[in-house]
């Protein structure tokens, strides 16, 4: 029905930047919040940053100041802007939507297969 495809991940020296992209498609009718999370070897899958329909951001303490959420609605897509990046950044980060699809009641949540994002020097 809905389908999340994740880019951007790779290799980057600390203090580096990345920028992680999110596109979906499908039968989607409206996207409400999109989000980033990520989880790292051994750890639980955290919450980065959403974005909601509106425009408001919200990100967790670790990446503030860091990290930049947005989208572009008529693209279906969201976007991570990840600088100066720290070795407790690596982890394969998962982009999530609220979606309602057509003909849906209410909206899910559809997950992306995730981006190895590895900061290393």
């Known amino acids: 029905q809905v389908q999340l495809v994740e880019s951007g991940g790779g290799l980057v020296q600390p203090g580096g930047s990345l920028r992680l992209s999110c596109s979906a498609s499908?039968?989607?009718?409206?996207?409400?919040?999109m989000a980033w999370y990520r989880q790292a070897p051994g750890k639980e899958r955290e919450l980065v940053a959403t974005?909601?329909?509106?425009?408001?951001?919200i990100y967790t303490d670790s990446v503030k100041g860091r990290f930049t959420i947005s989208r572009a609605n008529a693209m279906r897509t969201v976007y991570l802007q990840m600088n100066s990046l720290k070795s407790e950044d690596t982890a394969v980060y998962y982009c999530n939507a609220d979606v309602l699809v057509y003909g849906g009641l209410r909206s899910s949540g559809f997950w992306g297969q995730g981006t190895q994002v590895t900061v290393s020097s």
């Open positions: 974005v909601t329909s509106g425009g408001r951001t």
């Open positions: 499908g039968s989607i009718f409206r996207i409400n919040d």
